[in-house]
């Protein structure tokens, strides 16, 4: 299994540490809003990350930090007349919500920033008796030109990172590079207390603190959006290996934008969704195959359209499924003949060109190509006219639930039991049919597709799905 590695600009083997547990650590959301699409695809894709590392038999210890302390935080919590923690509760049990419908599993672990203040003090403390923090009226700041390596994981230099910097101007840092890894209390502002005085956390410094404290001094995987290479993730490495004096995170990797309907994604601009906002249109499984579709490195834009597509592409899944399903009710109960056995081996070959897929930097879209490739030829080998072996079914949907599964699609069961008034309805046409009453039969056939139910007559009866 190949990783592209953003500290190295290169696919490497991927090797954990410890060759049964991975030790994985994924930014998380700070709490002020409902989650974007835009943060939608790297809680998807690093799901997604660890879910096949499961699969493919690591423990994967996965710990996913909730920002629960920011300017953004304080501001809306000002405009809406209530506390920093009564925002922060109610858009994590929100997060929870959105994450739930997309596939999301929850963390190993889930720390707040608010609940970790003594392990952040812990670390500044570490970088003080180092010489790498100064304080400065009760803000302490990170010297960046201490710490040689700065600018290692972005590939540039410290004067070029200057140059392209959008800096909080402050003529009290020695440097404008200079971060905070704590901020002095402001008037009305929640805080803490530290050797420096109340106040409370930087935002990089909370990650570092609880990547340490979770996971280790050394992680295997550090994952996020591309927007998070610099500063965020630069000053995450500086802080933590100048405390440590080892390597903070072996493999990091980021995912690409999304653009709207070809254009940045910004409230400015007035195409800035949030995954609620969509799931009222399209089901969250629509929104996690579509983030799915592309590679995670590439760029990916977004519309109503492509996620359209994206639902048609996810229903040939189901109808597959549910086509096995129905033929599986009338099928011989027998061992597999020696076509079918062929048959099976080509679709093991088909899960090698999956597995091949997410080995390569976790090609979603590849992977997702072999499981279409599998749909079209159950399709095509196993219909109403095949007489087909129970085995053989058994083994085709178990396959495509099994990749599915991986990547976080296609797991839904179909409901068993109809509505009793749709049920009487479908009944009340077999027997139309049967009398050869074809204007009722009709009749109830159009009725029920207003319901949102579609029949299908075959040789073994008449089938049904949902629209």
């Known amino acids: 299994m190949k990783i592209y590695n953003t500290l190295t600009r290169k696919k490497e083997e991927f090797v954990p540490l410890d060759e049964k547990e991975v030790k994985m650590y994924s930014c998380g959301p700070t709490v002020y ?37 920011d300017d953004k935080m304080i501001k809306r919590a000002n405009e809406e007349g209530i506390t920093v923690k009564e925002l922060a509760e109610k858009f994590i049990n929100e997060y929870f919500i959105d994450a739930e419908g997309l596939g999301i599993g929850k963390a190993t672990v889930h720390p707040k920033a608010t609940e970790n203040i003594d392990a952040i003090i812990e670390l500044i403390k570490k970088l003080e008796d180092k010489g790498f923090v100064y304080n400065v009226d009760g803000d302490v700041y990170f010297s960046t030109k201490k710490f040689k390596e700065y600018g290692k994981l972005s590939h540039q230099s410290l004067d070029d990172l200057e140059l392209g910097a959008r800096i909080d101007v402050d003529e009290r840092k020695q440097d404008p590079m200079d971060f905070a890894v704590w901020k002095a209390q402001k008037p009305g502002e929640p805080a803490w207390d530290s050797p420096w005085g109340k106040g409370r956390p930087g935002w990089h410094i909370e990650c570092s603190a609880m990547a340490n404290k979770y996971l280790g001094e050394t992680i295997d995987i550090h994952s996020g959006g591309q927007d998070l290479v610099f500063p965020h993730h630069e000053n995450e490495i500086a802080q933590s290996e100048a405390a440590t004096g080892k390597p903070f995170a072996r493999y990091w990797m980021h995912n690409g934008f999304i653009n709207v309907d070809n254009k940045k994604m910004s409230k400015s601009e007035g195409n800035f969704f949030t995954v609620r906002e969509i799931a009222q249109k399209f089901d969250y499984e629509v929104i996690r195959f579509f983030m799915l579709s592309a590679h995670y490195r590439s760029p990916i834009n977004f519309s109503l359209e492509l996620l359209e597509q994206a639902q048609n592409s996810l229903e040939r899944i189901y109808n597959c499924i549910d086509n096995l399903l129905y033929l599986r009710e009338h099928a011989e109960d027998r061992e597999m003949s020696e076509v ?12 090698g060109k999956f597995i091949e ?11 997702i190509a072999a499981i279409f490739d599998i749909v079209k030829e159950v399709n095509s080998n196993i219909t109403a006219n095949s007489k087909s072996s129970r085995a053989i079914i058994d083994f085709s949907h178990s396959l495509i639930r099994e990749l599915g599964g991986v990547l ?11 509505d009793s008034e749709i049920e009487e309805l479908i009944n009340l046409r077999q027997q139309a049919r049967k009398e050869k009453n074809w204007k009722l039969a009709d009749e109830i056939r159009d009725k029920l597709k207003d319901m949102g139910i579609v029949l299908e007559d075959t040789p073994q009866g008449v089938k049904w799905k949902r629209i």
């Open 33 to 69: 809003n409902y989650f974007h699409i835009g943060n939608a695809r790297p809680f998807i894709i690093f799901d997604t990350v660890r879910r096949y590392l499961e699969y493919k038999g690591y423990k994967v210890k996965f710990v996913q930090n909730f920002t629960d302390i």
């Open 340 to 351: 079918e056995k062929e048959f099976q081996n080509k679709l093991l070959g088909l899960k």
């Open 357 to 367: 897929a997410m080995d390569d930097d976790i090609n979603t879209a590849d992977a």
């Open 408 to 418: 976080g699609i296609a797991q839904k069961q179909k409901e068993d039991k109809l």
